[in-house]
């Protein structure tokens, strides 16, 4: 008992950390000198920094926002014992990533949106749903020419693909309690997309 305590601990400090590396805030203080959170929407996260630096570091950022998402969830599952057969420990560890995006320690509990380290950890835990929900996002986001649109939409038919491919409860849960949090993220940007003021991708 003691054991798995001290392993659920380790998973939930240790992908929460890795999610609060800002990755955009970083980047964008290194190479510009401005502090992101002070620039149009005030997120960290891509969609943030391309309208300081472009569509080039959107992708850059984005990408290592999912790599940090899966990172943590993938060790979890290779090397964490408890609870194996229901998945408990990604979850937890997936949990704590976005989290950690969202809420970093190291911005004062500022942060990003979480959908591209949420996608990732959908993508660690499984890779179909997570392809499957990344191609929603991309046709959605492509067509509409908003990103936030594809982002809601994409995360909120996550609990549904994972349903539909089988996966572990606890997978298909995290999802869903996902969903819900990422799109009260984006609360100020579903008030603009209703009234049509939202952002388009340019």
């Given at each position: 008992?003691?054991?798995?305590?001290?392993?659920?601990?380790?998973?939930i400090i240790?992908?929460?950390?890795?999610?609060?590396?800002?990755?955009?805030?970083?980047?964008?203080?290194?190479?510009?000198?401005?502090?992101?959170?002070?620039?149009?929407?005030?997120?960290?996260?891509?969609?943030?920094?391309?309208?300081?630096?472009?569509?080039?570091?959107?992708?850059?950022?984005?990408?290592?926002?999912?790599?940090?998402?899966?990172?943590?969830?993938i060790?979890?599952?290779?090397?964490?014992?408890?609870?194996?057969?229901?998945?408990?420990?990604?979850?937890?560890?997936?949990?704590?990533?976005?989290?950690?995006?969202?809420k970093?320690?190291?911005?004062?509990?500022?942060?990003?949106?979480?959908?591209?380290?949420?996608?990732?950890?959908?993508?660690?835990?499984?890779?179909?749903?997570?392809?499957?929900?990344?191609?929603?996002?991309?046709?959605?986001?492509?067509?509409?020419?908003?990103?936030?649109?594809?982002?809601?939409?994409?995360?909120?038919?996550?609990?549904?693909?994972?349903?539909?491919?089988?996966?572990?409860?606890?997978?298909?849960?995290?999802?869903?309690?996902?969903?819900?949090?990422?799109?009260?993220?984006?609360?100020?940007?579903?008030?603009?997309?209703?009234?049509?003021?939202?952002?388009?991708?340019?």
């Amino acid at each position: 008992m003691e054991k798995t305590v001290i392993e659920i601990l380790i998973v939930i400090i240790a992908a929460y950390l890795i999610g609060s590396i800002p990755t955009g805030y970083i980047i964008v203080k290194l190479f510009t000198g401005q502090d992101i959170r002070t620039i149009g929407s005030g997120s960290t996260g891509a969609t943030n920094v391309k309208r300081v630096m472009g569509k080039k570091w959107f992708f850059i950022v984005m990408l290592l926002d999912a790599l940090k998402g899966a990172l943590p969830v993938i060790l979890a599952k290779l090397f964490t014992v408890s609870f194996a057969g229901i998945g408990l420990l990604p979850v937890l560890a997936a949990v704590a990533v976005i989290l950690g995006h969202s809420k970093s320690i190291f911005l004062k509990f500022t942060g990003g949106k979480s959908v591209a380290s949420g996608v990732g950890t959908i993508l660690a835990l499984n890779w179909i749903a997570g392809l499957i929900i990344a191609a929603i996002w991309g046709v959605i986001t492509y067509t509409s020419k908003y990103v936030s649109l594809g982002s809601i939409i994409a995360l909120a038919l996550s609990p549904f693909i994972m349903w539909g491919l089988n996966a572990p409860a606890a997978y298909i849960g995290y999802c869903a309690l996902g969903a819900v949090y990422i799109i009260y993220l984006h609360r100020e940007n579903i008030k603009r997309l209703l009234k049509g003021e939202e952002n388009k991708v340019r």
